[in-house]
């Protein structure tokens, strides 16, 4: 076998390792495409279905240069100390189906499945492939972590309503691939709407405890404000949300911060089309794949930008009346 096959070998499986991590900003499910959720709830027995889409981009440079990966590199031939280009693409359809237990506590369930993407382009710094450049591509597809939550709106009083969400995260994915965390994990929010109509204004303070496989912080705190705004009555609103989080990844503490525009159409009373359009502010420092070699999928990153879309529809079950709220 030659020098350049075993490389071109050991760059595709590379391309396995580093993994895409694009999920939700947050894990709780909220009126999509917003992140930030609102109090409402469906009604007793009535049911809400949710068919969500999101595609993640994400694309950052890096110098292999950890003693780790070089002497792996020399032991088969060829030093892997040299830049590395990677762009990570992630296709994320999202089935949700909510329930209302009783008129002010609904149970959601969302189960994501994922097809994901990585482009590598590695140029050497040693013979004998110095300043030769390899290209591989990797995919992984999939089910990831699935989602089930309790909303419980507790307050009511004239335009201001209260409600807590607990929600637990089942390791459904497969985390070597890049499809999900790997650990059992939970989360809890408080969340306010003020209806100040035409405008709704949504604040949500979160705890998530992120138990994974990943080597991520394992406590993330979470808050965020969205404002609705009807520019037609019960048919056409805009949506604005903005928030951050603290980051997952232990070697930066900058916090992951995030703006987020879009638009929901609603044709008719039980039925809501959506788009929407998510940016990050991610400084480069949280970009240090190289030092991250005991991820047992390599690295992990979150996207520059996503792309959201989605319907949703309401109905109601026997005996159940819609609540307007």
């Known amino acids: 076998m030659t020098i350049i096959t075993k490389c071109r070998i050991r760059c595709g499986k590379g391309a396995c390792f580093i993994s895409l991590m694009l999920t939700t900003f947050s894990p709780a499910l909220a009126l999509h495409p917003l992140i930030t959720d609102d109090t409402g709830t469906q009604g007793k027995k009535n049911f809400e279905l949710e068919f969500g889409y999101q595609y993640d981009r994400d694309s950052f440079k890096w110098i292999d240069s950890h003693p780790e990966s070089i002497l792996t590199g020399e032991l088969q031939g060829q030093s892997n100390l040299g830049r590395v280009r990677n762009r990570d693409e992630a296709n994320t359809i999202t089935l949700t189906l909510s329930y209302g237990i009783i008129d002010n506590l609904d149970v959601v369930i969302g189960l994501p499945y994922q097809y994901t993407k990585t482009r590598e382009r590695r140029t050497y710094f040693s013979p004998p492939l110095e300043f030769v450049s390899l290209k591989s591509t990797s995919t992984a597809s999939g089910l990831t972590d699935a989602i089930t939550e309790f909303k419980w709106k507790f307050y009511e009083y004239k335009m201001l309503n209260l409600a807590l969400k607990p929600g637990i995260i089942f390791p459904a994915g497969d985390a070597y691939r890049g499809l999900g965390v790997g650990k059992l994990g939970g989360y809890g929010y408080a969340i306010a709407t003020a209806d100040l109509t035409p405008v709704v204004a949504h604040l949500n303070l979160g705890y998530l405890r992120n138990q994974n496989i990943l080597n991520e912080r394992e406590d993330i705190w979470h808050a965020s404000l969205a404002f609705e705004f009807w520019v037609v009555k019960d048919y056409l609103r805009l949506v604005t949300n903005a928030g951050c989080e603290r980051n997952r990844y232990k070697w930066s503490n900058f916090p992951d911060v995030f703006v987020l525009g879009g638009i ?6 039980n039925v809501d089309i959506d788009l929407g ?11 240090r794949p190289g030092a991250q070699y005991n991820y047992p999928v390599g690295i992990a990153t979150r996207p520059d930008y996503s792309l959201l879309g989605g319907i949703t529809i309401r109905f109601s079950g026997s005996g159940g009346e819609k609540n307007k709220n």
């Open 277 to 287: 359009f998510n940016y990050r502010f991610l400084p480069r420092v949280t970009h």
């Open 264 to 269: 929901i159409a609603s044709p008719t009373e």
